[in-house]
């Protein structure tokens, strides 16, 4: 397991992390400061921590690094992953997109493209 900390993340692609819920618990700081909460924008940084297990990291992975997943969502994803695989190489060959996988097809409805095999 590990905790990650993701801090000044976009609200907007915190809650792409938030959909994951097997194997993770999240706790994402609260827009509840401003009393006006209809004014906070969508991508007003927050603070999202998780708590995660190796299944749903690789879930999530698979999930997250299709090109089809949001660019920033991609990024951030990307680092957790960077990070996690220098702590211990053996994780640059799991964490990996879906698309990029031994699945060799992306599994979206209209597929990435990016690693699709004909
Ligand atoms: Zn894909």
Redesign the pocket.
Known sequence: MWTIKMENIPYCNSVHFVRHKYGVEHYVQSQRKNPDRGAERQDAPVTHIMDINAQELIFMARKRL????DDITRLIMNVICSKIQKIDPVWETVLL????CDEK????FK??????IM
């Open positions: 299709c090109f089809k997943a997109p879906a698309c990029g097809n992306c599994r979206e597929p990435c493209g990016f690693y699709h």
